[in-house]
């Protein structure tokens, strides 16, 4: 997935953000706004590990990244079948 979509889509994101990386606040990912440098420096920080380190861990997560990420909670979700007439 590329980067700039998960920036650009952040609030849907961080929570994908947090499930990994549960050390994070919500402060964190707030500061952090998308932007890959500080994520990957807030993770280093978090969890007391080398930077690259860290880098291979966002990488992962940012190749597993899906659709499912970027669908607004708030969307109704599509009518696929309509209930039959009784």
Known sequence: MNWD???GNWK?????AQQQ???LTDDDLQVV???RDQMA???QERYGIAKDVAEKQ???WQDGATEAWFVVASE????SVKPAAV
Do not use: D, F, T
């Open 5 to 7: 979509r998960i920036q």
């Open 12 to 16: 849907q994101v961080k929570g994908q």
């Open 21 to 23: 990386w549960g050390k």
């Open 33 to 35: 706004a998308g932007h």
């Open 41 to 43: 420096g807030k993770i």
């Open 58 to 60: 966002l990488k992962a």
């Open 76 to 79: 109704p979700a599509p009518a």
